[in-house]
């Protein structure tokens, strides 16, 4: 049985010397591509998944589903930018930006209800 430890996606011709719908911004080698191809070929019940810890119930209260970004111009101070891009975690400074941006219109929403 394939260990998946490393699963992070679903491989397709055009992903394999690509990164992994950006969930990965390290290069796999070829013969991490050749297990991920193989896995993606497998069915799930075969995928030896032990050594993946479970996800608690309390990740996924703010997971939402058919959420789509849309590319937009936003012209931000200097100084704001550079905040964010100095202290944005891994993911980046838009995505943080982005979560600022969605807790202000949920602690909006409860204010004015």
Known sequence: MINASFRVGHVTSRDQNC?????SRKELSAE???QLAKLAEMPDDQIDTIDIPGVPAENWIYARRGYLFRPITLQLETNVLAWFKEHAPADGYQS????VLRQHVANEV???A
Request: net charge positive; charged share 35%.
């Open 96 to 99: 943080e930006i982005n979560l």
């Open 110 to 112: 409860k204010r004015r």
């Open 32 to 34: 991490q591509l050749e």
């Open 19 to 23: 990164h992994l719908h950006n969930m």
